[in-house]
């Protein structure tokens, strides 16, 4: 059974941080893209950063020179540093795990960042 939990979210004031975290189980980690990705009004997931099974990296316009997003193969574990937080960054985080050699696809539960003004 594949799971993805979240951690790490949570109430910060304007140009706080947070670090999300997500643990995967059920997976070989070392296989897959790992993703975040955020959701905050309607139904769109807007992809914030992703980190490829080879550590490259890709940021979303928004979070460029704010957010980092890093692996632990070790650890199953992905995380994301969120610096200078905006309150327009407030969302539900989503972790997402992309198989490199197949179709599947896995999300976990989601983790709400709330960043006030």
């Known amino acids: 059974q594949v799971k993805l939990v979240e951690s790490g979210g949570g109430l910060v004031q304007a140009g706080g941080s947070l670090r999300l975290s997500c643990a995967a189980s059920g997976i070989i980690f070392g296989a897959n893209a790992m993703k975040w990705y955020r959701q905050s009004s309607g139904p769109q997931r807007e992809l914030v950063a992703s980190i490829t099974s080879g550590g490259s990296t890709n940021y979303a316009d928004s979070v460029k020179g704010r957010f980092t997003i890093s692996r632990d193969n070790a650890k199953r574990t992905v995380y994301l540093q969120m610096d200078s937080l905006k309150p327009e960054d407030t969302a539900v985080y989503y972790c997402?795990?992309?198989?490199?050699?197949?179709?599947?696809?896995?999300w976990g539960q989601g983790t709400q960042v709330t960043v006030s003004s």
């Open positions: 997402n795990a992309d198989s490199d050699y197949t179709e599947h696809s896995y």
